[in-house]
């Protein structure tokens, strides 16, 4: 990993699906003991988190990506990014037992709810599908498989963490 603290990232820029990076290291490390990878997978999340933050809300890499000085927010936004931080928060908590990722759990159900940039639910509430991405003022009413997986996925976490707590 780099080691400026300001843009520790792996690549120059967050491209597509970027919470696979450290939930990757975090499962690395619980298979292999590897306290190493699970502290460095735990800090790229949260930096991940904070960087795909605005306002108390997600406001996730868009599918252009993002580099170190582009301005939030930016649109295209995929539902693929919101489901990676589900995934990883999810692993995150059930590695540490730390509220602190139910909390940024709790940012990913909300941006398909319309807690998002644009303030628009992300799923058609007749058909149950996922909308493939978030512009600025609509939402793409194209609801592939892709999409509508990530968002019962993100939702899948919410209600099995939910449960345990």
Same mark, same amino acid.
């Given at each position: 990993?780099?080691?400026?603290?300001?843009?520790?990232?792996?690549?120059?820029?967050?491209?597509?699906?970027?919470?696979?990076?450290?939930?990757?290291?975090?499962?690395?490390?619980?298979?292999?003991?590897?306290?190493?990878?699970?502290?460095?997978?735990?800090?790229?999340?949260?930096?991940?988190?904070?960087?795909?933050?605005?306002?108390?809300?997600?406001?996730?890499?868009?599918?252009?990506?993002?580099?170190?000085?582009?301005?939030?927010?930016?649109?295209?936004? &995929?539902?693929?990014?919101?489901?990676?931080?589900?995934?990883?928060?999810?692993?995150?908590?059930?590695?540490?037992?730390?509220?602190?990722?139910?909390?940024?759990?709790?940012?990913?159900?909300?941006?398909?709810?319309?807690?998002?940039?644009?303030?628009?639910?992300?799923?058609?509430?007749?058909?149950?599908?996922?909308?493939?991405?978030?512009?600025?003022?609509?939402?793409? &009413?194209? &609801?592939?498989?892709?999409?509508?997986?990530?968002?019962?996925?993100?939702? &899948?976490?919410?209600?099995?963490?939910?449960?345990?707590?």
């Amino acid at each position: 990993m780099r080691s400026d603290r300001t843009w520790p990232w792996p690549e120059d820029r967050l491209t597509y699906h970027n919470a696979l990076i450290p939930e990757a290291l975090l499962a690395a490390g619980e298979g292999t003991g590897s306290v190493d990878y699970i502290e460095t997978g735990l800090d790229l999340l949260e930096w991940l988190i904070r960087r795909e933050t605005l306002d108390g809300k997600l406001s996730v890499t868009p599918s252009g990506g993002r580099g170190p000085n582009d301005p939030q927010p930016a649109f295209d936004q &995929q539902p693929i990014e919101v489901a990676g931080l589900a995934a990883a928060c999810s692993r995150a908590w059930h590695l540490t037992n730390d509220d602190h990722w139910l909390d940024s759990l709790a940012l990913t159900t909300a941006w398909f709810r319309g807690h998002n940039d644009a303030g628009l639910q992300m799923y058609d509430g007749e058909s149950h599908g996922g909308f493939d991405g978030l512009h600025p003022s609509a939402v793409n &009413q194209n &609801q592939g498989a892709e999409s509508t997986i990530s968002m019962v996925s993100t939702l &899948q976490h919410e209600h099995l963490l939910t449960k345990r707590v």
